[in-house]
């Protein structure tokens, strides 16, 4: 059980839909490397269908209303059932309204922390006030490096850094879209403009002060509109001491062709709220280009999975070069894109950065 008797210094916030296969890791690693700090848990279920409100009532969980002030003030794992499934943004402000600690993290269900990470985090928050948030590096369990756990802002000079591969020679002078992974090896902090919603920290009282995460975005693209909002009042760093595996892919898997490309409707959505037509369209483009050259490439070198990735090279690659290519002609026209919610788990799976 989460520490009791002091007061609370965390809030961990969880968004659940259908993730009952992964509750027992995270439980479990939370119970063994949270011993020192007073936190709580509030799980917020976006109308699971599986076993996962049956696991958490089960393991201790009591379920409130989203709208108590502060329940249960004795009681450290809280639960929230949303009839209908709100999206991973909408759901993290139900957990966030409800949150009682100084620091809040975001987690998500399918993920471990590890020795030490956590208190990583708060200590680097306590020690700096002039950052607003931070998040770990994340590793798939056979330790790959998952590149989408940071990055910078979309932009052309992003893209073009991405698409060209620069990113990769040489991260400080060309800047991409992700982080490359060899920049997680190092031990410094790395001051970003977005991290992944899988893994962020922030204080409590900043998180609300900002309005929490942007509702108009059901999943993905809400992290890097939510960081932005955070950097009007400090950095954004990823700790890549702090270390966190993630189960990455249980989305995709899930969702098939339409999981991948929820991922490029949602770069369209951010660039459609900042930038004029015929920039959407450029970005587009440039998308389209890099995930071409990758998608060429898989034909020469296989079709396994990319490293960090959880869908064959070909399926990937060939989903986002066409979804980029179709909402850029949808910009090119000015037609009004379709941002109909996916049916995906909104436990947010991390891009799939490489």
Known sequence: MAPTGRAIELTIVTVTWNSATYLDPYLTALEQHLRDVPYEVIIVDNASSDETVTQ????????VSPNTAHPLPDHPYLLVVNPTNLGFAAANNVGLRLARGTFVLFLNPDTEVQAGSVQEM???L?????TAAVGP???RPDGVIQGGAAGHDPSLRTLVHYSLGLYRLSPRRFPGLWLARKQYLASTPIEVDWISGAALMTRTELAR??????????LYGEDMA???????FGRIVCLPRAHVIHHIGGSTRQAGHAGIARNIIALD??????YSAAHVFLLHLMGALGFGLRWAFAFWKGNRAPAGHSVPARQLW?????TSLRCAWQALRGTPPSHAPVELTPSRHTKEGV
């Open 56 to 63: 958490l009532e089960a393991k201790g969980f009591i379920r």
């Open 122 to 124: 708060m200590a680097f």
């Open 126 to 130: 306590r020690a700096n006030p002039d």
């Open 137 to 139: 590096k994340l590793t």
């Open 209 to 218: 002060r900002v309005g929490g995460w942007p509702e108009e975005y059901f």
């Open 226 to 232: 939510f960081c932005r909002h955070l950097r009007s």
């Open 269 to 274: 959505q951010d660039y459609r709220s900042r």
């Open 318 to 322: 060939r989903v986002c070069t066409l």
